[in-house]
């Protein structure tokens, strides 16, 4: 069974430039979360989807924003790049009544 | 959720039993303890869970204390490959599995 699938898995954006991350899911798992990783603040939660619906939200400004398709995919869009953004961009997909994780490799982002 | 408290190093050496405590003490009765753990430049990966009985399972062992204010996680015989982050979380549940609190965790090294 394939795991979780990120895509790209290295991007390098320009400040005030846009990006858009890629989430496969495990076949079959309908909630979809996504996290940044940096030195600085550590593992943080951004936002999570089920069903096509945002379920929760992280404390990130507006600039971050995603969205699940009806195959449950996932994309996450941050719009007017900053340096602060850059990061490991994880996702974590979750089957319906199993509460562990499963994450995927992630995204490293670079904005310079 | 409730907060976590880990130490943020500790040290083992191969083939010896690593025992990474971690302290709950704010944790309510429906709150569930999880561990996961983080290999250099990987996503998260689930290690084990539990509410109020020790569990365990291919991975590890996890002790919760007869007040459910701190845990143990047990690895028995620790090898190099077990060098990593590891990250103690409280869940409430429902929805909270979707969105996971991470805190600085435990950085695990082995040694030969």
């Known amino acids: 069974k394939a795991g979780v699938t990120q895509t790209p898995r290295y991007l390098i954006k320009t400040r005030g430039q846009q990006v858009t991350l890629s989430c496969s899911p495990i076949?079959?798992?309908?909630?979809v979360s996504w996290y940044q990783q940096t030195p600085g603040q550590g593992l943080q939660f951004l936002f999570e989807?089920?069903?096509?619906?945002?379920?929760n939200k992280g404390n990130f400004p507006g600039r971050f924003s995603g969205r699940q398709f009806s195959n449950s995919r996932s994309e996450m869009n941050v719009s007017t790049l900053e340096l602060g953004d850059s990061a490991l961009y994880l996702c974590?997909?979750?089957?319906?009544?199993?509460?562990?994780?499963?994450f995927g490799q992630g995204t490293r982002l670079t904005v310079v | 959720d409730a907060k976590t408290t880990q130490p943020p190093s500790m040290d083992c050496a191969e083939g010896r039993a690593a025992n990474l405590p971690c302290n709950h003490s704010?944790?309510?009765?429906?709150?569930?303890v999880y561990w996961y753990r983080q290999i250099h430049s990987q996503g998260p990966q689930y290690i084990i869970h539990?509410?109020?009985n020790n569990e365990t399972n291919e991975m590890a062992s996890l002790i919760i204390t007869e007040d459910r204010k701190s845990s143990t996680l047990i690895l028995p015989h620790a090898t190099l490959r077990d060098t990593a982050v590891y990250y103690c979380?409280?869940?409430?549940?429902?929805?909270?599995?979707?969105?996971?609190?991470f805190g600085q965790g435990t950085i695990l090294t082995v040694h030969p």
């Open positions: 974590a997909s979750r089957p319906q009544g199993i509460t562990e994780a499963f």
């Open positions: 076949s079959g798992h309908r909630s």
């Open positions: 989807y089920f069903s096509e619906t945002q379920r």
């Open positions: 704010t944790i309510s009765g429906n709150e569930y």
């Open positions: 539990g509410l109020k």
């Open positions: 979380i409280v869940i409430s549940g429902g929805t909270s599995y979707g969105k996971l609190t």
